[in-house]
C-alpha cells in the first residue's frame, strides 16, 4: 500500500510559538492531501484540504490564518499552527490521495502538546 | 451533510467470539464507503473500500458488507491482535474527502 509519512510524531511548544507539521507521499504523487485533527476517544474531523499548487480549502469554523497550509509539491504537504495556545492541543493527521484513486492514505499522526 | 453513525462505542469480545460493528450513513451521492482500523496514538491504517449495494470485501478476519444504507465489518473469530478502533468513512461524489463515524472500540480478551 501507499505509504504517508508525517513528522514530527509529537511536538511540545510554549504558548505563542509557531509549530510546523510534514506530510510526505512517500511512493506516489499525491494530487490532494487532508489536515484532520482528533480529539482523545474522538473521531476525525477534517480541517482543510489542499491541492497542488492551490490555495487549501478550509472547512467551517477553521481559522486559516491559524493553521497555515501549504502543498507546494505532489509529495509535500506542510501545516504550520501559528501563535499555539493550549486549546491548539490535538492529535493532527494528513492523509493523501494520488490522482484518479478514490483511497485515502494516512500519516501516523502528530501529537501537539502546547504548555 | 454527509452522517455517519456507528455502533456500538466499544465491543468487549472473548478471542474466538465473533461480532459485527455497523455503520450507518446518509450521503447525497455515494462514491465510496472506507474502513479504517486505528491503533492508539497512530494514525488510521487502510482495510476496505465498498463502492455499491451488495458488495463485500474480506481480509484474513475481517469481512465488510454494504446495503444502501449501512455497512457491517464482521470479525470472525478474533485474536487479541485485532483490538483496535474501527473507523467508517463515507465519500461523496461531489469531491474526495472522508466523513468519518466516531468508531468501535474493540477490545478481544484472550
Known amino acids: 500500500g501507499a505509504v504517508v509519512s508525517q513528522h514530527p510524531s509529537r511536538v511540545i511548544c510554549k504558548s505563542g510559538t509557531s509549530v510546523k507539521i510534514e506530510c510526505r507521499s512517500l511512493?506516489?504523487?499525491?494530487?490532494?492531501m487532508f489536515w484532520y485533527r482528533q480529539f482523545p476517544k474522538k473521531s476525525l474531523m477534517l480541517m482543510a484540504t489542499s491541492n497542488e499548487g492551490s490555495k487549501a480549502t478550509y472547512e467551517q469554523g477553521v481559522e486559516k490564518d491559524k493553521f497555515l497550509i501549504n502543498h507546494a509539491s505532489l509529495t509535500l504537504s506542510t501545516l504550520t499552527v501559528t501563535s499555539a495556545h493550549p486549546e491548539d492541543s490535538s492529535f493532527y493527521i494528513c492523509?493523501?490521495?494520488?490522482?484518479?484513486?478514490?483511497?485515502?492514505?494516512f500519516g501516523s499522526g502528530t501529537q501537539l502538546s502546547v504548555l | 451533510e454527509d452522517q455517519v453513525t456507528q455502533s456500538p462505542e466499544a465491543l468487549r469480545l472473548q478471542e474466538g467470539e465473533s461480532s459485527s460493528l455497523n455503520c450507518s450513513y446518509t450521503v447525497s451521492g455515494l462514491r465510496g464507503l472506507f474502513w479504517y482500523r486505528q491503533d492508539p496514538g497512530k494514525g488510521p491504517e487502510f482495510l476496505f473500500t465498498?463502492?455499491?449495494a451488495g458488495e463485500e470485501k474480506e481480509k484474513e478476519r475481517l469481512k465488510a458488507t454494504l446495503t444502501k444504507k449501512e455497512s457491517f465489518l464482521h470479525i470472525t473469530a478474533p485474536k487479541p491482535e485485532d483490538s483496535a478502533t474501527y473507523l467508517c468513512?463515507?465519500?461523496?461524489?461531489?469531491?474526495?474527502?472522508?466523513?468519518f463515524g466516531a468508531g468501535t472500540t474493540v477490545t478481544v480478551r484472550a
Open positions: 492523509s493523501a490521495r494520488e490522482h484518479q484513486s478514490v483511497k485515502l492514505f
Open positions: 511512493d506516489f504523487q499525491a494530487t490532494t
Open positions: 465498498l463502492y455499491s
Open positions: 468513512a463515507v465519500q461523496s461524489t461531489n469531491d474526495y474527502k472522508l466523513s
